[in-house]
């Protein structure tokens, strides 16, 4: 590439780097990168900060069991500023998704509970979903 053409590069670059900064929060860049800590047994505060941590509460009479997901393990909560949130949490089971939660930043923290029947389910895998650092996955065999 000569320095003519990376020059325009350069300048289309910041035009739309300048565009982007004014859009809606909606339009802004989202990190949907697949995450994974580099060594699941030992995770880094970054890798905790991130990761899901699902709990089962107990069953009601009528079969279902409250899931818990929260972001952030290890007494390391995940941060909800208007740079840096948890944009979405997705709860699956056995593959099939069963819940979404939509979070906004600062107003939202990267907390969601639903209420499933269980009585069949093999795993639940919990996403969550960091506009900075990407999509973080835990998996809970139930």
């Known amino acids: 590439m000569n320095r003519r053409e990376a020059l325009k590069v350069a300048g289309i670059a910041a035009v739309t ?19 994974k800590p580099k060594d699941p047994a030992h995770m880094d ?15 009601d009479a009528k079969g279902y069991t ?20 948890i944009d979405f949490i ?26 499933l029947k269980l009585d069949k389910v093999k795993t639940l895998t919990a996403k969550s979903g960091c506009n900075l650092h990407g999509i973080w996955t835990t998996t809970l065999n139930v």
């Open 17 to 35: 780097a300048a565009v982007g900064a004014s859009a809606k929060m909606e339009e802004q860049y989202m990190n949907r990168l697949e995450m």
């Open 45 to 59: 505060k970054g890798e905790l900060k991130h990761s899901p941590l699902v709990t089962l509460g107990a069953k």
């Open 66 to 85: 409250l899931v818990e997901i929260t972001v952030g393990q290890g007494g390391i909560i995940h941060p909800s500023t208007p740079d840096h949130w």
């Open 90 to 115: 997705e709860l699956y089971a056995d593959g099939k998704l069963v819940g979404k939660s939509t979070l906004e930043p600062e107003i939202s923290r990267g907390a969601a509970s639903f209420a």
